[in-house]
C-alpha cells in the first residue's frame, strides 16, 4: 500500500485506483500506465454509473412539465452545486459548455464587444493556445495583444516581463494556472493583483491545473477561470467560472428566446446533459476520497480540500522519484523545474527531450510497452515556437494523477534508458 505521509490518514493508492475500471487494461501483455493524464483523466465507476443511470432515468430536455425533465433540471442544479463546492464560488457563477476552448471564445466575442483599437490583452509564451488563440480572435477589432515571456532556463513565467506587459491600456489578462507542457504552476495571484492594480480584469486557465490543486475563485479573486472535467476524472465537458457581476452586465452572443438570467444566458443550446451528470459524481469521488484520509471533513467543499492535500503529498513523492531517474538518462534535456526544493511550484507534469530521438518516436515505443506518454505540443504552441523545439518534434511529456504508482514510473523511466541504450 503506497501512502502519503502528511495527511492525518494515508491515501490509499490502491482504493483510488480500484475506482477506476479502465485502469485494468493491458497492451502487448504490458499493463497499461496511463501516464497521459495532462490530455485527458481517467473515470471513475461512478462517473460511468450516473451518466448511464442518467440516460436510462432522466433523459430530456430542460424545463419541461414532465418528470425526466424535472429531474434533469434538478441534476443540472445538482452538478452546478458541486462545481461551486469545487471553485469556492456559488452555483450561479459556474457556466457549463462543450469545453474550455468553445466557453473562452464565447467569452471572449462577448468581452470584445466593448473593445477596440488601443486596448490591449496580455497573454503569455507559457500558455495552451486555447488561452492565447481565444484572445489573438479579438486583433480583428484593433485589440493588440501583448505577450509575456518565459524564462528559460526553468520555463517560469518572466514576472517581471509581467509588470511590464500590464499597463493602463491592458484590460484583460489571460494567464494559465499550470503549465500543461512543462508543469509549472504560476503565482496567478500575483498575476490577478497586478491586473487589477491597472483596471485590468483576470482570467485564469486552470484546466492543467485542477486535477493537481485546489481552487479558490474568491481568495483567487479572479474575473472568470475555466477548466475541463475530463481532466480532472470527469466527462469530456468545459466549465467557466465568471464574477456574478460581469456574468450580469457583459452580453454574451445568444438566441432571443433564452432566457437573460445567469448562468443560463451563456449557456448555447441544449447541453451534454448525460456529462453533467457525471460531473456531480467525479466531484463526489474527489469528495469521497478527502473522506477517506480526513473523515472529519464536515462539508464538501472541506472534503475536497483534504483529498487535494493528500493527492497534492502522494504527487510530489511521484515526481521527485521521476524527475530523479529520468535526469539519470545520458543525452536527456529537462525543460522545467528540476529542483526538488521548488516543487510546489510546479505540477507533476514533466517535459523532456532525447538526443538522437524524436518525441514521436520515444512515444511510440513506450506505447508499445503499455506507458501512455504524449509528443509534440499538445496545443502549448507558444512555448514550443519560443524554445524552438516545434520543428523538431516539441516534447515528450510524461503527466501523472493521483491514480498513478511508483511501479509505473520506476517502468517507464527504465523503458526509456533502455530504449535510449
Ligand atoms: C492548459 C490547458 N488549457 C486549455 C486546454 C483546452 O481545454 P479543452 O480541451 O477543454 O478545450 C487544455 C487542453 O489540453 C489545456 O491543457
Not at 471564445?105 to 488563440?133: C, K, M, P, W, Y
Not at 476520497?289 to 464536515?298: I, K, T, Y
Request: aromatic share 8%; glycine share 8%; hydrophobic share 40%.
Amino acid at each position: 500500500m503506497l501512502t502519503t505521509e502528511s495527511t492525518k490518514i494515508a491515501f490509499n493508492v490502491a482504493w483510488a485506483r480500484a475506482q477506476f475500471p479502465s485502469l485494468a487494461q493491458s497492451v502487448n501483455g504490458h499493463p497499461a500506465a496511463f501516464l497521459d493524464g495532462p490530455g485527458g483523466t481517467q473515470v471513475s465507476q461512478r462517473v460511468i454509473d450516473a451518466i448511464r443511470d442518467y440516460l436510462v432515468q432522466s433523459n430530456a430536455n430542460t424545463e419541461g412539465a414532465y418528470a425526466t425533465s424535472r429531474r434533469t433540471d434538478a441534476m443540472i442544479a445538482g452538478a452546478r452545486s458541486a462545481m461551486a463546492d469545487l471553485l469556492g464560488c456559488d452555483a450561479d457563477e459556474v457556466v457549463f459548455g462543450p469545453n474550455m476552448t468553445t466557453l473562452t471564445f464565447a467569452l471572449s466575442r462577448s468581452i470584445g464587444r466593448e473593445l477596440g483599437q488601443g486596448d490591449e490583452i496580455v497573454v503569455t509564451h507559457l500558455d495552451h493556445d486555447a488561452n492565447v488563440s481565444t484572445w489573438r480572435a479579438l486583433e480583428e477589432r484593433g485589440v493588440k495583444l501583448q505577450f509575456v515571456d518565459v524564462n528559460e532556463q526553468d520555463c517560469t513565467l518572466d514576472m517581471g516581463d509581467m509588470a511590464r506587459k500590464i499597463n493602463g491600456r491592458t484590460k484583460l489578462v489571460a494567464v494559465g494556472y499550470a503549465s500543461n507542457a512543462v508543469g509549472t504552476i504560476n503565482d496567478v495571484k500575483e498575476v490577478i493583483r497586478l491586473a487589477h492594480a491597472a483596471g485590468a480584469m483576470a482570467f485564469v486557465d486552470a484546466v492543467h491545473y485542477a486535477p493537481h490543486g485546489p481552487i479558490a475563485v474568491r481568495e483567487l479573486d479572479c474575473d472568470f477561470l475555466a477548466c475541463s472535467t475530463y481532466k480532472f476524472f470527469g466527462p469530456h465537458m468545459g466549465v467557466l467560472y465568471g464574477k456574478r457581476e460581469h456574468l450580469k452586465r457583459l452580453q454574451p452572443y445568444k438566441v432571443r428566446a433564452l432566457t437573460n438570467d445567469i448562468p443560463f444566458r451563456w449557456e448555447m443550446g441544449t447541453l451534454n446533459h448525460e456529462c453533467i451528470a457525471g460531473i456531480t459524481a467525479c466531484v463526489e469521488y474527489l469528495a469521497d476520497l478527502g473522506r477517506h484520509v480526513n473523515p472529519e471533513a464536515g462539508s464538501r467543499r472541506a472534503a475536497l480540500l483534504s483529498a487535494y492535500e493528500a493527492i497534492q503529498s502522494y504527487e510530489r513523492r511521484l515526481i521527485e522519484r521521476l524527475i530523479r531517474g529520468l535526469v539519470e538518462i545520458p543525452r536527456l534535456k529537462f525543460f522545467g523545474i528540476s529542483d526538488p526544493k521548488r516543487f510546489s511550484q510546479r505540477a507533476p507534469t514533466v517535459a523532456v527531450r532525447i538526443e538522437g530521438h524524436t518525441p514521436l518516436e520515444l512515444a511510440n515505443r513506450l506505447g508499445e510497452r503499455g506507458f501512455f506518454t504524449w509528443d509534440g505540443n499538445y496545443y502549448a504552441l507558444n512555448l514550443t515556437e519560443r524554445l524552438d523545439v516545434e520543428k523538431s518534434g516539441g516534447f515528450l511529456r510524461i503527466g501523472l494523477v493521483h491514480y498513478n504508482t511508483v511501479e509505473e514510473i520506476d517502468g517507464v523511466v527504465a523503458a526509456l534508458k533502455e530504449i535510449v541504450g
